[in-house]
């Protein structure tokens, strides 16, 4: 049988000739897209189950542990001096990794980025690359960018593989492709693998047809391409935490590896790792332990792994997230995917309503934080705030903070135009702060809206707001403003008080 090799976005892009585009700002407003999904009951059944699986074995392994709120405080303080001393450790990482070999690269956004993998790649005459699973590679759209270069990049993570395969975007920050069942994977793979016609949706026949066709890769592509979990400034050592050992292959086989990793992505030393693998495990796959954890440090002796070995650090938009003193917390995240899995949001809707590499909580505030907000939609308004993702998080992201001030920052933005200032919600939202901010007009409000509901109101509450508060009642019932509010009793109570004779005084016995 002959192979039938993927046909992806990136392929039809460089056979267009379309230049690369790097991961941008969704193009729908998450609540379109999210009706869309919700219309897809597989695909809801498939989240609910993973979901609520991985969410049970989290709560096991992480209520066995006593310390994990001091564990947590403590990640949570380390990110954050790193990040009051990001350019300094910068400098020293720098310094580390050229000290024992490697090479640093800056780079400025996602066009850098990709510009210098694609020289170093064709510096060495290749034209494959084989790739550990990065989300910053998907940020800055590395696979599109290669192919249009005439370089093809093999996923070699499971579940990117079937992504890939079947040319679609993930949809989880761990497990990219969540919202596939067995059944759908089998196909996936029966369509572009060779050897696959009897191919069952067994785990275990699934993972072998995919070491067969990755195998090949591993042995024959010169060059590896990784992201960074964790790059340590005073040794120079970058970690990778994966579980298949795929990433292994990639960090020993071929004998060029370039590490692409966000700038904020460090830790200082080699000590905080201590507390970053024991959080990172626990939150993302419920693991006590991460299965395979590699730790690089500059080049290898001859025959003993990469002899080159590149570091590639990234801003794309991360000093201007930097400089927001409410929203830089989000640099501060580990990726663990604990605020996916538990947010009810993103439990229905899946990962492709936020048309982001980073969907979820995180996505809600990191994306319009790196495209501006802007260009982001109605992401900051894809969560209910109520609060789970903020628990959950093992390095204390504030998310419901950081989302109330990203909405700050859209309606800012709108009221920087003539059309924003004068949209019905502008004007209705600066009546309503008027009102709110004297007693006097909101008292009148108040007797007004008690004159007015009384058409409104059916047993004892309001089904239906007339105009653009329809939205409202919409999905739930209003209560009508009560007949006596508590500061009318209370003056009507001291009026009352005024008028009876004060009790006599009754002589002491
Ligand atoms: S925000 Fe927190 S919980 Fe969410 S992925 Fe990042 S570290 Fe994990």
Redesign the pocket.
Request: glycine share 4%; charged share 5%.
């Given at each position: 049988m002959t192979r039938r090799e993927p046909t992806t976005n990136a392929e039809l892009m460089s056979r267009e000739g379309v230049p690369p585009l790097p991961v941008s700002a969704p193009a729908m407003p998450f609540q379109d897209a999210a009706r869309l999904s919700l219309g897809d009951t597989q695909l809801r059944f498939n989240m609910g189950k993973a979901t609520t699986t991985i969410r049970a074995k989290r709560y096991k392994v992480v209520d066995e542990m006593p310390d994990w709120q001091n564990l947590r405080e403590a990640g949570r303080a380390i990110k954050d001096r790193t990040l009051r001393h990001l350019d300094k450790y910068l400098l020293q990482l720098e310094e580390s990794v050229t000290r024992v070999g490697g090479k640093v690269h800056w780079a400025a956004d996602a066009e850098d980025a990709n510009r210098i993998v694609a020289d170093i790649v064709k510096s060495h005459g290749a034209n494959e690359v084989v790739k550990i699973k990065s989300l910053t590679t998907d940020e800055i759209g590395l696979n599109e960018a290669l192919a249009h270069q005439g370089i093809k990049a093999y996923e070699t993570d499971l579940a990117e593989l079937i992504i890939q395969l079947a040319d679609e975007r993930s949809s989880h920050?761990l497990v990219p492709a969540i919202h596939k069942s067995r059944a759908e994977i089998r196909e996936i793979f029966r369509r572009t693998l060779e050897n696959t016609e009897n191919l069952s949706d067994e785990p275990r026949e699934l993972a072998a047809a995919a070491r067969a066709h990755l195998r090949r890769k591993f042995l024959t592509v010169p060059v590896a391409v990784s992201g960074v979990n964790f790059g340590v400034a005073d040794t120079g050592t970058v970690c990778i935490v994966e579980s298949e050992g795929n990433g292994r292959m990639c960090l020993t086989l071929p004998k060029v590896l370039i590490s692409v990793m966000g700038i904020e992505k460090l830790v200082p030393s080699w000590r905080d790792l201590e507390v970053f693998l024991q959080l990172l495990p626990r939150?993302s796959t419920a693991e006590r332990m991460n299965p395979y954890t590699s730790f690089w440090t500059g080049i290898a002796p001859p025959g003993d792994g990469p002899d080159e070995f590149h570091l590639i650090l990234l801003d794309d938009g991360r000093s201007k997230v930097l400089a927001d003193r409410h929203g830089r917390q989000?640099l501060?995240?580990?990726?663990?995917?604990?605020?996916?899995n538990i947010c009810p949001v993103y439990e229905r809707t899946g990962g492709h309503a936020y048309n982001s590499v980073y969907p979820?909580?995180?996505g809600a505030i990191l994306t319009p934080q790196l495209v501006g907000v802007e260009n982001a939609g109605s992401l900051p308004y894809a969560s209910s705030l109520c609060g789970a993702?903020y628990e959950?998080?093992?390095?204390k992201?504030n998310?419901p903070e950081v989302l109330l001030h990203l909405r700050g920052e859209v309606v800012r933005h709108k009221q920087a135009t003539l059309t924003g200032r004068l949209s019905a919600e502008n004007v209705a939202m600066q009546t309503v702060a008027r009102v709110f901010a004297s007693p006097r007009r909101y008292e009148a409000a108040q007797k007004a809206g008690r004159l007015g509901q009384k058409l409104m109101v059916k047993g004892g509450v309001i089904e239906r707001l007339p105009g653009q508060l329809g939205g409202w009642t919409a999905v739930r019932d209003v209560y009508p403003i009560a007949p006596q509010t508590f500061r009318e009793w209370w003056k009507q109570r001291e009026k009352v008080a005024k008028t009876k004779p004060a009790p006599r005084q009754e002589p002491r016995p």
């Open positions: 920050i939150s989000a501060q995240c580990i990726r663990c995917s604990a605020c996916l979820g909580p995180i993702c959950v998080c093992p390095v992201i998310i």
